[in-house]
């Protein structure tokens, strides 16, 4: 198996090991911060294709996504049950069919026959 070759390559990659779904602009902004990250570790006299450096890869994609992890401070369940019902809303209009989740207020999706678009 090959490599992969860029940083939004690279950051795909580490997110495929995940239970969870990653915009787009998640992945340019882990990609970012991985090219900066090894950018820092060439001028320290580090090859940036080596894989021992691959950790830095998976802390630039954790790094990105704990951004959306949780809000700094707790929802009110009215703003709650609002964002519920856009997401569910979002999906319906999307032809998408949604299933129960196991987490509270959570809304599972259920897989489409011909893969994900």
């Known amino acids: ?24 602009s ?4 882990a990609a970012r911060l991985l090219d900066d990250l090894l950018d820092a570790a060439s001028k320290h006299g580090h ?6 450096l691959s950790w830095l890869t ?4 954790e790094a990105a996504s704990r951004r959306y992890d949780r ?5 009110t369940s ?3 049950y609002t964002l519920h019902a856009a997401l569910s ?16 207020m959570g809304v599972a999706v259920k897989p489409r026959g011909d893969g994900p678009r």
Do not use: C
Not at 58 to 61: C, E, K, L, N, T
Not at 71 to 75: A, D, I, L, N, P
């Open 89 to 104: 809303a979002a999906l319906d209009e999307q032809g998408l069919t949604r299933e129960g989740a196991w987490v509270r």
């Open 78 to 80: 009215t703003e709650v």
């Open 1 to 24: 198996m090959t490599a992969p070759r860029t940083s939004e390559d690279r950051i795909r990659a580490a997110y495929e090991s995940h239970a969870a779904l990653y915009a787009p």
């Open 26 to 29: 998640v992945v340019t902004a």
């Open 71 to 75: 809000t700094r401070t707790e929802r």
């Open 47 to 52: 090859d940036s294709d080596v894989d021992g």
């Open 58 to 61: 998976v802390a630039a994609a």
